[in-house]
């Protein structure tokens, strides 16, 4: 018979986790409770040895483990993501510090240790997938839950816990740097592609986190960390509903605050948002983590705070539980002020409480907790190459992910190419492993800082690719210019080459890079969407030189792309694809790959018409009384094929309905191309007359659909009325009777079918219980 008596009660499984939790903290000193409410920023060692801390921009000298570790410790921030290091030994230097935070500490609290994971775990040698804009483009978030699954399974093995992804930001300025991160410019995309993810990651046991709550992607003119203005309508209806979506539906446990403020507030310090809405509305019950010096940005940066553990007491007060990547404002700081009574005791006890849940339900207060991380323990001995990060079954995943999320722009039927004999691959983006990488891929985020170390992954350039898609034609490269560098001496050489050549492709777009060292990326902000460096007045050269031209971006966001939209033969769009994107590419130019990706952010005719995005009211559409027209080269939703899809036979259940009530609305979809294909069918909501200004379209739900050749399905919408709600003039959220347009369209400017409907009654009033999506309903094919 077991001797319970030497097991703690917060150790106990048998006792329900809050008597737990509780038992925990009255053993607890305050140094004791704080120290579970930070990180240290640390880097695994490639020996396996234990982890070191990371020194770093906001450092104020050495953080001291010895004497910080015998208070145990909240969070270890990117072991793995700070420096490369072998999958296997970094799992050993982990599980070895691990062993240390338990011995050194009195209660034996382990870390629990964080890692960037957004377009796939960022470690060396792990899967880099496409960016969140390719997950956008690709309208699958079937295929993106089976991705981060992937990732979170990969985390798990080597022992990380939390993983800080998805982005929920919406895309309201396409000159931000970080576009790339983000899943598109509409709240319901981004909601249900961020959702899906999130339920991918959090199958595995891994912690999701949704960032950054809320409003950071609305900067004024596009810069990073930059002012915010947007008004209450803005931001319930547009930055607010993906997170709502997420935290409802996905099963999240965790969010990162914004670095911004909302009107003269920043978000560390809002209680409002952090705890009134995301807690006492929402119900969210998980932790909330800053982000990285956020907190000391109440006093650095905003002005907020008169030091450190003001800014710590208003970060408490306002709902954030710990603070990244390392001890600032949560550590003597703070101790000193709740000893002073100046900060209550109660504000940590309440963020405590918290992080302890969460480490209960990983199994890390449990009497048999098991410091060696999965991935060892299934091994006969730590060997460096023994743990596999880029299987074969992610690269599978990877590659069907980039292959969907490729959007075909324009063709005047040159694609698919016919067997050309003589190809011209030209443009800075020809034969650069990195262009198919965003910022947070560990290459590109940490791997060019080390240049003594092998990318660890294989990133065939688009140039390799084409020669092995095309093994019998003559290829000729010619880079033309670099991506920002201006250089305009190569251009003759290009354009030589290019006339020379049946076909060209003039691979163009980003670097993807870190505040300023790149043109995409986190503080890579561009001034306008004109394409980078001298890259059009290399496309005008080389469309000048009459041989028909495939312009094929690999970027992280949209570009004006100048004569190129009516001049080129074939416009291919790619968002970063990630590790199997060249060859995704290849195969869509070679007709191998049917393209099926639609565009998840407008493509603007002019660069510099921003910000804009299509969803906007009439205003913002073109006008007798003003001489810049916005009207996208390419819409919101827009991409092409090598099938044809017809549609028809449209019916709606009832012509009115109440306010409280649904209706279905359904259409054909058949194939009438000659091969197998892929259509997005998306649902559009227009509401012609309100008690306040509406865009003028909405996307309110879509469908991915896949037939065989002559083939036909039925695909249902049946659309709650609440999905016609709004804030109305005093700010309640409410269904107003009248008509409203639900329109079947290709993009959100080519709408071909559309049914009206009645709503009927008096004005109804929702709240955060109301339906958020439609349900969908796809037909096997050749069935009514």
């Known amino acids: 018979m077991t001797d319970t008596t030497t097991v703690p009660?917060?150790?106990?499984?048998?006792?329900?986790?809050?008597?737990?939790?509780?038992?925990?903290?009255?053993?607890?000193?305050?140094?004791?409770?704080?120290?579970?409410?930070?990180?240290?920023?640390?880097?695994?060692?490639?020996?396996?040895?234990?982890?070191?801390?990371?020194?770093?921009?906001?450092?104020?000298?050495?953080?001291?483990l010895d004497a910080l570790l015998p208070l145990g410790l909240g969070q270890l921030t990117r072991p793995f993501g700070t420096a490369p290091v072998d999958p296997a030994l970094g799992a050993l230097s982990l599980q070895r510090t691990q062993e240390r935070i338990v011995s050194a500490s009195r209660l034996g609290i382990p870390a629990l240790a964080h890692e960037e994971c957004l377009a796939g775990f960022a470690a060396w040698g792990a899967t880099a997938y496409p960016v969140p804009l390719s997950w956008g483009a690709s309208f699958d978030p079937d295929l993106v839950r089976r991705m981060a699954a992937r990732i979170g399974a990969d985390m798990r093995s080597v022992g990380i816990h939390q993983g800080l992804a998805p982005v929920l930001d919406v895309v309201r300025d396409a000159r931000w740097g970080r576009v790339e991160e983000t899943i598109g410019e509409d709240p319901y995309l981004v909601g249900?592609?961020?959702?899906?993810?999130?339920?991918?990651?959090?199958?595995?046991?891994?912690?999701?986190?949704?960032?950054h709550f809320v409003g950071y992607s609305a900067s004024r003119a596009g810069r990073n960390l930059a002012p915010v203005s947007v008004g209450q309508r803005e931001l319930a209806e547009v930055l607010l509903p993906p997170f709502e979506m997420a935290i409802r539906e996905s099963g999240v446990r965790s969010v990162m605050n914004a670095y911004t403020d909302i009107d003269g507030v920043a978000s560390a310090a809002d209680r409002s948002l952090l705890t009134e809405l995301l807690r006492d509305t929402w119900g969210f019950e998980g932790t909330v983590v800053a982000d990285y010096f956020a907190i000391a940005f109440l006093a650095t940066l905003h002005g907020h705070a008169e030091g450190w553990a003001d800014a710590a007491a208003q970060a408490l007060e306002a709902g954030i539980d710990v603070e990244l990547p390392t001890v600032k404002t949560f550590g003597?700081?703070?101790?000193?002020?709740?000893?002073?009574?100046?900060?209550?005791?109660?504000?940590?006890?309440?963020?405590?409480?918290?992080?302890?849940?969460?480490?209960?339900?990983?199994?890390?207060?449990?009497?048999?907790?098991?410091?060696?991380?999965?991935?060892?323990?299934?091994?006969?001995?730590?060997?460096?190459?023994?743990?596999?990060?880029?299987?074969?079954?992610n690269r599978a995943l990877a590659r069907d992910l980039a292959e969907r999320a490729i959007v075909l722009l324009r063709n005047d039927g040159v694609l698919p190419l016919a067997a050309p004999k003589r190809i011209a691959v030209i443009g800075p983006n020809a034969h650069d492993p990195y262009a198919v990488l965003g910022c947070y891929s560990f290459p590109s985020h940490v791997g060019v800082r080390h240049p003594e170390f092998p990318i660890g992954i294989e990133l065939p350039t688009l140039l390799d690719s084409l020669r092995a898609e095309f093994p019998d034609a003559e290829i000729e490269h010619a880079e033309g210019t670099s991506v920002d560098g201006g250089e305009t001496d190569g251009i003759a050489?290009?354009?030589?080459?290019?006339?020379?050549?049946?076909?060209?492709?003039?691979?163009?777009?980003?670097?993807?890079?870190?505040?300023?060292?790149?043109?995409?990326?986190?503080?890579?902000?561009?001034?306008?969407?004109?394409?980078?460096?001298?890259?059009?007045?290399?496309?005008?050269?080389?469309?000048?030189?009459?041989?028909p031209t495939v312009v094929t971006l690999l970027a992280g966001r949209p570009y004006a792309l100048g004569s190129a939209v009516s001049r080129a033969a074939a416009i291919v769009q790619s968002f970063f694809p990630g590790e199997e994107g060249t060859p995704a590419i290849a195969g869509v130019l070679s007709g191998r790959i049917n393209p099926s990706g639609r565009l998840p952010v407008s493509v603007p005719a002019q660069p510099g018409a921003q910000p804009t995005t299509y969803l906007a009211s009439p205003l913002a559409r073109p006008s007798g009384v003003s001489n810049i027209d916005p009207t996208p080269a390419f819409w919101f939703g827009h991409g092409l094929g090598y099938s044809s899809f017809e549609w028809s036979a449209l019916e709606a259940s009832a012509a009115s309905i109440a306010t409280d009530a649904s209706v279905t609305v359904s259409i054909d979809v058949t194939n009438t191309g000659a091969r197998a294909g892929a259509d997005v069918v998306q649902l559009y909501l227009h509401d012609p007359v309100a008690s306040v200004v509406r865009p003028v379209q909405r996307l309110i739900g879509y469908a991915r659909v896949e037939l065989d050749a002559g083939q036909t399905a039925r695909v249902a919408f049946t659309v709650p009325a609440d999905l016609a709600s709004f804030p109305g003039r005093?700010?309640?959220?409410i269904v107003e009777p009248g008509a409203i347009e639900l329109g079947f369209g290709r993009s959100a400017g080519d709408i071909p079918l559309t049914q009206r409907v009645t709503l009927t009654g008096a004005v109804r009033v929702v709240d955060h219980t109301r339906?958020?999506?439609?349900?969908?309903?796809?037909?096997p094919p050749g069935t009514r």
């Open 192 to 211: 249900t592609i961020a959702t899906a993810y999130v339920q991918g990651i959090e199958s595995t046991g891994v912690v999701a986190t949704l960032k």
């Open 493 to 547: 050489a290009a354009v030589e080459a290019a006339r020379n050549a049946d076909i060209v492709i003039l691979a163009l777009g980003d670097r993807a890079g870190l505040f300023g060292r790149g043109t995409s990326g986190e503080g890579c902000d561009a001034p306008s969407l004109e394409l980078p460096g001298a890259q059009q007045a290399l496309v005008d050269a080389v469309l000048d030189s009459g041989t």
């Open 771 to 779: 339906a958020l999506q439609p349900r969908v309903e796809v037909s």
């Open 9 to 64: 009660l917060w150790r106990d499984t048998t006792v329900d986790p809050a008597e737990r939790v509780a038992a925990l903290m009255a053993e607890m000193t305050l140094e004791e409770k704080i120290a579970q409410l930070y990180g240290v920023w640390v880097g695994a060692s490639d020996e396996g040895g234990e982890v070191a801390p990371h020194q770093h921009d906001m450092s104020d000298g050495d953080v001291d």
């Open 730 to 733: 005093d700010g309640a959220r």
């Open 332 to 393: 003597a700081p703070l101790v000193e002020a709740v000893r002073e009574g100046t900060v209550p005791e109660a504000l940590v006890d309440r963020a405590l409480r918290r992080v302890l849940l969460q480490k209960l339900e990983l199994g890390m207060l449990d009497a048999d907790w098991n410091p060696v991380p999965p991935a060892l323990q299934a091994s006969d001995g730590v060997q460096r190459g023994s743990v596999d990060l880029d299987s074969s079954e």
